[in-house]
């Protein structure tokens, strides 16, 4: 788990540096085998969307990790980025409030980014 962990906080640093709101981050590994952890986060508008999209991507490549799966695309509010261990939530703010995943994922453990 010190990979995924690792990750997490690979892709918390990308979304925090394209001025993420509410980064949270929470802990599935006892409670699913989808992933270890969901990282959560929204923009502003859907640049900023397409920007930390883009940074978690460019900030996992460059230490070999590659998306299994991204699902959304440029004009999307919500895209998904599967990376095996590490799941990335990215949504515009009215999305991440109507799909509220924080509630339906309220059995992992949340966690903050000093934690990682």
Known sequence: MTESRELAKAACNALNDKKAEDIRIIDISEISVLA???????????????????????????IGHSAKQ?????????VLMDYGDIIVHVFSR???????????????????????
Do not use: C, H, T
Not at 70 to 78: F, H, L, T, V
Not at 94 to 113: H, S, V
């Open 70 to 78: 991204i699902e959304g695309n440029r004009q999307s509010s919500w």
């Open 94 to 116: 009215e999305d991440r409030l109507f799909y509220d995943l924080e509630r339906i994922w309220r059995d992992g453990k949340a966690l903050d980014m000093d934690a990682l």
């Open 36 to 62: 270890d952890y969901f990282i959560i986060a929204n923009g502003m508008n859907p640049n900023q969307i397409q920007a930390m999209v883009d940074a978690v991507e460019e900030s996992l490549s460059k």
